[in-house]
């Protein structure tokens, strides 16, 4: 849901001339909001999606905006423009990902006691971890070295040593062993989706990130992150651009991804971003991340509440049902639109929405605008 040449949103209006969102809003730029449209020179700055992750997604980053420029001047075919594209994923179900570096004990603690992953990275590369710990600066080189020693590992001795690994974590789990200490039921759930895929391994550097339904992860430009399973409301800035290391079929891009990446360990707890209670409106929890291209809203109506007005902001704004009726009305809107679930609504900046509320059980929706 946006205005991105890849992807351009369809209005559903057939009274309306324009067919796609970009084309309405390059007719009405007023309809950005005044400060949106001079910051983003015209355009909608951010995307909207829905994602439903059965089979883990690709291990990635995104590049930041300098990157992302020098990128799309030199291989446009895989960097399709030239932005950055910093993301916010919020669960809807209990969701899993991968994100950012975890904390070098835990590493070390895998190079100990997963000898295939030991092998793919070396004694050398894993040795300077070790001796790097307490030392940010060397932690960060010694965790680079590390990881791209593994990604650019032969293929036929990474496809052997995952194929051993596979085979004790299978053996273990039947002898009624405890696997955990290889990580072994997300290994043997990632390679069941990617035989012979060098992202298995990603497990023993990334942090296992569970959201619960309303809990948040930011990925700023640079930040390793894979999407593993469950339901989420994503937010982005209006980019394609997609720096893939494993887990896809797609074109892969070691080194740039190597070279790029935030060597950065810290706990999977400090990959949650926290969010706040709108202080004008208890039925609003905002979602909003250091960067100026979007901010998410989440709009809980309860079921005492029967007339409800979605606030005017000074912003274009996307608002999607997640559950519940209503009868909307703007000044703005040539007639009544009924709501439900799946329902997505383009609201101009400057304009309210009223909602009737039919549903019985109250309502849910998300809104992602430009608070500038």
Known sequence: MGAHPKGDAQIKDNRI??????????????????????????????LFKVLSVNTALSIQAHPNRELAARLHAQFPEHYPDNNHKPEMAIALTRFQGLCGFRPVEEILGFLKSVPEFHALVGNEAAEELRCGVGDVVRTSQALKKCFTRMMNCEKKVFVDQLNMLVKRVTEEGAAGKDTSSSNGDLLLRLHSQYPGDIGCFSIYFLNHVVLDPGQAMFLGANEPHAYLYGDCIECMACSDNTVRAGLTPKYIDVNTLCEMLNYSPAPAATKIFPCVQDASDPCVTLYDPPVPDFTVMRIQVPASVKQYTVAPVDSASILLVIEGDATATSAAALSDVTLRRGTVLFVSANESVSLHITSQSGMTLFRACCLL
Do not use: E, R
């Open 17 to 46: 001339a324009q067919t796609t969102l970009g084309q309405w809003v390059a007719h009405f730029p007023a309809c950005l909001g005044s400060k949106v449209k001079d910051t983003f020179q015209g355009q909608l700055p951010f």
